[in-house]
């Protein structure tokens, strides 16, 4: 007799007054015992016509059938082996013992037989091995291609509880091993599959470090002018010009590279970041680079630095310091496209990370012990290497820039591949000999830019007014020959602007109508000149210590002035005071000035 409960069918095997032992015909189990109240609810099933097939070919059993047949023989003679799960257990080890093989075979041909009355089910064998494989891929594709990382033995184990256990908690016997598994994960190719890499790793790493790669960068653009824009802190601490016993911090350096040559067409080297100094940087990369090393000392010739100009377009990340107001206004004036890479996407613009790594490779190793920050700075015990600064920051630009020069006009890029009209003109594989080459050729995407107005025009600006000494800004005063005549113009009270240099205190700019009018350090002021701002601003805060100091030493004196004419007068209080006439005062006076003498 069959059953079907909760839409699965059953056979009945072993009828009893009050229940009946039965087994699931669709997944053949241990069976079950369940109470005739709960039968008699259950629907009637007609026997499936896979059994009654059974029951047929029984008569004609094959040689496997025969031996499989003897071998749970003991198990079907003991009707103690459907109702008694220990004994029908110990039963079976003692067969699997005998016969040389496992418990779990043959109490799987016993369950078969008892549900389905088959000893062979090669079908049944195919069918539950693609339901195996299925769960398998099911199993990869939520828990293994996963953000959560699982190991693929843990991948399995959450397999095994979500589709392989009964209701009473307790692994199914039709339960795949773990090398079957593996062997189906290898087997079908998951462990090279693209989508194993993004979805454990994230796509951000696979574009990064594991995504084909088709082609080069300097491919990327045929014509000189598009600039990889990118920022980083200097490893290495700087003091103060003003004061070698004070350390300043690390510097930062803006670097602007092009992508068909590789040439470092911009740099700024300061103590400041942000907006200014990404406009410091273009600036510097539309000015002429003989006069700007001429600053430092350094002499060179234009073809070992030959860009002027400002780009065509600009390549940079979406750091806030590249995408602000004022450097779209810059863009939108000279024309410059700007093209925001997505982010932490480094590898987008490889050129200018990769310079970095290079420039720094230079001239850390010559700078050890001096100020250099090694690998291990974040490791206990490391050395402070801020106790190890001795460069200023004017010493450190004529360190980068000598290797600035370097790199553009003498180092080989070994992995450059040349055009056939490269090679028919020999052009060497050096940044500048390559710059030079397209220049000739005409593939050029540079905007023409005065160094000076670009200069000026990307400063930064201040609303203020004029004083009596001047322009006054952080407490430095400026003023020009014609400071008299501005003044009587426009007044005390009326606000102007005022363009400055935050990283320098040398002068600033009124603007006015368009025009840039500069005003450079009033007399006043004028013993701070060349210093850098946060020199100048160190150089205060030591003043004002010192002022500080001395106030604290004026109190104390003058505390102590009050105090001395008070014990004077404490001794000579309570004496009688003379009440004379000025005669007898001139008289007292002589006679004093006689006794004095």
């Not at 399995?156 to 062997?183: C, I, N, Q, V």
Request: proline content about 4%; overall charge positive; aromatic content about 10%.
């Amino acid at each position: 007799m069959f059953y079907r409960i909760n839409g699965e069918v059953f056979r009945r095997l072993l009828a009893l007054d009050h229940g009946a032992w039965v087994i699931s015909y669709d997944e053949p189990g241990p069976p079950r015992y369940i109470e005739n109240s709960i039968l008699e609810s259950c629907e009637k099933e007609d026997m499936p016509e896979d059994y009654r097939i059974a029951l047929e070919q029984a008569k004609y059993l094959t040689k496997a059938g025969i031996k499989r047949l003897a071998l749970i023989e003991p198990l079907l003679e003991d009707s103690s082996c459907i109702t008694d799960k220990k004994f029908r257990l110990d039963m079976a080890r003692r067969i699997a013992k005998e016969n040389g093989t496992t418990k779990k075979r043959v109490l799987r041909i016993f369950y078969r037989y008892l549900a389905r009355n088959v000893l062979l089910e090669k079908g049944n064998t195919d069918k539950q091995q693609g339901k195996d494989e299925k769960n398998f891929a099911w199993a990869i594709r939520k828990f293994y291609f996963s953000a959560k990382r699982m190991s693929l033995r843990d991948t399995y184990d959450h397999m095994l509880a979500s589709r392989y256990m009964t209701p009473e908690g307790k692994l199914m016997d039709t339960a795949p091993s773990w090398y079957s598994f593996e062997h189906y994960y290898y087997r079908h190719g998951y462990n090279r599959s693209i989508k194993c890499s993004v979805s454990r790793g994230g796509l951000s790493n696979y574009q990064r470090n594991e995504r084909p790669l088709y082609g080069a960068t300097m491919q990327w653009k045929d014509r000189i002018g598009a600039f990889q824009m990118d920022a980083t802190e200097a490893d290495i601490y700087l003091v103060s010009r003003f004061d070698r016993t004070a350390v300043v911090g690390r510097p930062n350096i803006y670097m602007a590279v092009d992508t068909a040559t590789q040439l470092i067409a911009g740099i700024y080297i300061g103590l400041d970041a942000g907006e200014t100094a990404v406009m410091a940087c273009l600036s510097n990369a539309a000015s002429d680079k003989v006069q700007y090393c001429r600053r430092f000392g350094i002499e060179i010739t234009p073809e070992q630095w030959p860009n002027t100009g400002l780009p065509g377009e600009i390549i940079t990340d979406q750091g806030k310091e590249f995408i602000t107001s004022r450097v779209g206004e810059l863009c939108t004036i000279y024309g410059m496209e700007r093209e925001a890479l997505p982010p932490f996407r480094p590898d987008e613009k490889g050129l200018v990370e990769k310079t970095f790594d290079v420039l720094q490779q230079k001239y850390k190793p010559l700078l050890r012990g001096k100020g250099v920050i090694e690998g291990d700075a974040q490791e206990r015990w490391a050395t402070d290497y801020r106790s190890q600064a001795l460069l200023n920051l004017t010493e450190f630009t004529r360190v980068i820039l000598h290797c600035v020069i370097y790199i553009n006009s003498r180092r080989i890029l070994k992995n450059f591949i040349p055009t056939p009209e490269m090679c028919a003109d020999r052009v060497e594989p050096i940044p500048a000999a390559l710059w030079q080459w397209h220049e000739r050729q005409g593939k050029v995407d540079i905007i023409p830019a005065g160094g000076e107005d670009l200069y000026r025009m990307t400063l930064p600006r201040m609303v203020t007014k004029f004083t009596r000494k001047g322009i006054v800004r952080d407490g430095i005063s400026y003023m020009n020959n014609e400071y008299r005549r501005y003044l009587q113009e426009v007044g005390m009270d009326k606000e102007i602007t005022v363009a400055y240099d935050p990283s320098r205190i040398d002068a600033v700019y009124w603007v006015r109508e368009g025009k840039y009018i500069p005003f450079p350090l009033a007399l006043s002021s004028a013993q701070f000149n060349g210093l850098f701002q946060m020199e100048y601003e160190m150089a205060r805060d030591k003043v004002k210590g010192q002022k500080k100091e001395l106030e604290q030493q004026d109190t104390e004196a003058r505390v102590a002035v009050i105090k001395s004419i008070q014990e004077i007068v404490d001794e000579i209080d309570g004496v009688e005071k003379p009440r004379q006439k000025g005669a007898e005062i001139r008289e007292n006076r002589a006679d004093e000035r006689g006794k004095l003498t």
